[in-house]
């Protein structure tokens, strides 16, 4: 089975059409270096072993997929492979290569290059992330070679994403890593020391420098295989793209203003509303697939299970959170009160048949009550043992936002008489109580799928996952209707019908919604910024948001690189 | 002790008596929220303005100040306690135990108090009330911080052991403890009241610093760490000066006892 558990963060949605209509008239100009602010170091160049967003970011410039993710209309599109075709039964897809496809040394990538990288990735000794992808109800998707241009996967069931699995796959040149993999130290091979010329790739641009501390440096592919549009000339437009390693949002910021930054990536509110007022050219592109939550720990061994595993009392916190205020105040008003784990950003995906209850402290009370949850005369909840209600919130120190809206739920359930403590914690530490020892009560935490599809998700939504964060790895389903979401999510998975498919995944939104393990909080928008310069922008809710086609991005004159 | 003197300590008190009941003075329930006006400007009404949740930012700074000097006092009066009584031990018997003292006080020196501090809060239970993590973290501090008082605190014991006042207690067969009491004890106060002033400061400061990692107080009760975290977006203080306000406001009180030290420290050169 497909497992990816994303933490947080990496959203996916359209932006709202139109935004850079003008940007598209203009006769796109070759030349120049885009500089692109980035919060951290890439911990590896090796994109077998990368986990970390930063490494991620620059390698996807560097290398290529059969078949991409359009991030702007989030369809599949031709990659490495200029078409493809389905066995009847949905078990064999068989892809043709481009031709004349060449690496950024020179050697032309073939069917062999194909096997092989699907080979390391599947290879259990190296532990690449991309491993799990590749597998399908712990069975790996195989490859094989018809001839040098062809090659056949073979699923061992029909899957109805398969071919949004190939995206973000990149492939590697056997001619330069299989000594390394054979000589089982692949995971050890491309490592920030290794000398820009020996990292070799089928991207639009190849790395020709990194200072730590400082900057990546890019550039152009001159053997990149994708033409502009009505030329004969190979893509990309610009000679190269400078990431600046600058970790603060400020300094970020303050470069971005002075001109020595063209692009910044997904902002923080804050930041929007000072850039607003400084002029520069920010696009909001609504809600992201990012959705922040309350989850209870409904483990047996929970402490507060007695109350937790009511649902009239999940139900009643859910009704008490004050999710306009939320979006108001932590978000600035840029971000969406959810009531389910779809964004509305999500359109292939979002079910308008989740229901929005208005937020009511007195319903909430009623429910508490009918649950047979009394006050004493201090205003404290308490249960039938006489116990106030007393529980802690689990939340990251790294994330400003969720720590205000830790801070407002306390004030909101103080509202039905529910003491709150806020527990903060340094991110893995919290991850570490949440996914292997389960000592919390609830964690506010933030999830979103790299891609908007249900699948990626599917480690979350089983019972038997090990990020079902209210209660992971069971063995039997713990409950009727996680045994409905867990039947519903294996056979959308299998389902090629998409209406078949969208209508078993919207009733897993709807127990989802209706059982509340956790109560949905918000979606905040992405917005993202440029200084005017560059062409062809356009900024996707899909990880990297403006980066995603680099290749066709150029620079107008008067940029940074000019 | 000259007059300058006494005024620079009178003031600082003052300063501490001030803050520590300033709870005592907030106008507003400091932990009130009232959203409808988040992040407001100064004004009659609220003179810092208001934070994020509508809460009045001048009622948090008090109560703010109240835990942070309390806290403070608390932490030092542990701290110097410890360093005393260690200091004091292995000056006045000396011998293997010394050695051990010094081996002892390099290692608790060397310690990256920071990083103990955030290790020890992810082990803490959960249920823990704000104000208890925090009173968990100071005495940790306060235990980390033994060594520089007691290092000072031998070596004037060290001194006093040999002065002739001492030598002639010990031919007259006066108890050792009786002679510690009365001849070595009120010959370390000078040294304790000065690190006294220098270590209240730190544990003010070290008690910002957790709150400003998230690690201190936490929420809904005010921290002066809080104020901080402001200052990490400092884009922001160009449209909203205002929060600067509790900032600036924290400087009397660093300042005041920056100038209590100095004016301790000339008054015991004038004494020698």
């Known amino acids: ?562 | 002790m000259n007059g300058s003197a006494k005024a620079r300590l009178s003031v600082f008190a003052g300063i501490i008596l001030v803050l520590a009941a300033g709870a005592l003075w907030a106008p507003y329930n400091p932990i009130e929220q009232h959203r409808d006006i988040s992040n407001s400007p100064p004004s009659a009404l609220h003179w810092f303005g208001t934070d994020d949740y509508g809460r009045d930012v001048f009622s948090r700074f008090l109560a703010g100040a109240s835990w942070s000097v309390l806290s403070g006092v608390a932490a030092t009066v542990v701290g110097l306690f410890l360093g005393w009584a260690a200091g004091g031990l292995v000056g006045f018997k000396g011998g293997k135990i010394d050695a051990l003292f010094l081996r002892l006080g390099d290692l608790t020196l060397s310690l990256p108090w920071l990083y103990v501090v955030i290790g020890l809060r992810a082990i803490l239970p959960l249920d823990l009330k704000p104000r208890a993590v925090l009173a968990t973290m100071l005495l940790l501090l306060a235990f980390v911080s033994w060594a520089r008082p007691a290092r000072l605190v031998r070596g004037m014991v060290l001194n006093l052991s040999e002065r002739g006042y001492v030598e002639a207690a010990r031919a007259f067969g006066v108890p050792e403890w009786r002679i510690f009491v009365r001849h070595i004890f009120p010959g370390t106060l000078g040294v304790l009241a000065a690190q006294a002033l220098v270590l209240f400061p730190r544990f003010v400061l070290a008690e910002v610093t957790l709150s400003f990692f998230g690690l201190g107080v936490s929420e809904p009760e005010p921290s002066w760490g809080a104020f901080i975290i402001a200052l990490k977006q400092a884009y922001l203080l160009r449209e909203q000066w205002w929060r600067l306000l509790p900032v600036l406001s924290m400087l009397p009180l660093f300042l005041s006892c920056a100038f209590a030290v100095r004016a301790v420290a000339n008054a015991y050169r004038a004494s020698r």
């Not at chain 1, 059409?17 to 911990?43: C, F, I, M, N």
């Not at chain 1, 610009?238 to 400020?250: A, H, N, S, V």
């Not at chain 1, 919604?513 to 949905?520: L, N, S, Y």
């Not at chain 1, 993202?528 to 980066?547: E, I, K, S, Y």
């Open chain 1, 1 to 562: 089975m497909c497992r990816v558990a994303t933490w947080a963060c990496s959203v996916l949605l359209l932006c709202p059409g139109g935004l850079t209509t003008a940007a598209s008239l203009d006769t796109p100009r070759w030349g120049g270096v885009l500089h692109v602010a980035q919060r951290a170091e890439p911990k590896t160049f090796n994109p077998v072993i990368a986990v970390d967003a930063p490494s991620r970011e620059v390698l996807r410039r560097l290398h290529a997929d059969l078949i991409t993710i359009n991030r702007f209309t989030q369809k599949t599109e031709p990659g490495l492979a200029e078409s493809w075709t389905r066995s009847g039964d949905g078990t064999r897809y068989t892809l043709k290569l481009r031709k004349g496809v060449r690496f950024s040394d020179g050697v032309p990538f073939t069917a062999d290059d194909v096997v092989f990288s699907w080979s390391v990735y599947l290879d259990e000794l190296v532990h690449s992330p991309q491993r799990d992808l590749l597998l399908i109800e712990d069975k790996p998707i195989r490859v094989s070679k018809l001839d040098s241009y062809t090659v056949e996967f073979t699923l061992p069931q029909p899957y109805a994403a398969a071919e949004r699995v190939f995206d973000s796959v990149a492939m590697l040149p056997r001619h330069v890593l299989e000594p390394a993999w054979k000589a089982g130290k692949i995971s050890s091979a491309w490592t920030v020391n290794t000398p820009a010329s020996e990292i070799v790739g089928l991207g639009p641009f190849r790395l020709k420098q990194y200072r730590p501390g400082e900057a990546v440096v890019l550039e152009r592919n001159p053997e990149y295989w994708q033409t502009a549009p009505g030329t004969s000339r190979n893509l990309p437009y610009l000679d190269g793209i400078e990431f600046r390693l600058l970790p603060d949002e400020g300094v970020q910021l303050a470069r971005f203003v002075s001109g020595d930054i063209d692009v910044l990536n997904r902002l923080s509110m804050n930041a929007v509303s000072f850039l607003q007022r400084q002029g520069a050219s920010v696009t909001d592109l609504g809600p992201g697939l990012e959705y922040n939550f309350l989850c209870f720990n409904l483990s047996p061994a929970s402490p507060k299970i007695k109350w937790f595993s009511k649902r009239e009392f999940r139900t009643a916190l859910s009704l008490a959170a004050d999710r306009e205020s939320m979006a108001r105040t932590v978000f600035l008003g840029r971000a969406t009160p959810i009531w389910g784990h779809v964004s509305p950003g999500n359109r292939l995906w979002y079910s308008d048949r989740i229901a929005h209850p208005k937020r009511s402290v007195a319903d909430a009370k009623q429910m508490l009550k009918a649950a047979g949850f009394l006050w004493n005369g201090k205003g404290q909840l308490i249960d039938g043992a006489q116990t106030p209600v007393e529980f802690s919130i689990l939340v990251s120190t790294s994330s400003p936002e969720r720590m205000q809206m830790a801070t407002m739920l306390q004030a909101d359930y103080a509202q039905l008489g529910i003491g709150v403590n806020i527990a903060p914690l340094e991110f893995r530490s919290l991850l570490d109580r949440v996914t292997n020892t389960r000592q919390f009560d609830t964690v506010l935490l933030g999830l979103g799928g790299g891609d908007a599809d249900p699948n990626p998700e599917l480690n979350v939504w089983l019972s038997s996952g090990g990020t079902h964060l209210w209660n992971p790895n069971q063995k039997q389903p713990a409950t009727a209707w996680e045994a409905e979401i867990d039947q519903l999510m294996e056979k959308q998975m299998v389902t090629l019908n998409p209406s078949e498919r969208r209508k078993q995944y919207e009733r897993v939104q709807e127990i989802v919604a209706e059982q509340v393990p956790m109560i949905f909080l918000v979606t905040p928008n992405v917005v993202v910024a440029q200084r005017g310069n560059v062409g062809n922008f356009r900024p996707a809710v899909m990880d990297h948001f403006t980066l995603w086609n680099s290749s066709e991005l150029y620079l107008r004159k008067g940029g940074s690189g000019q």
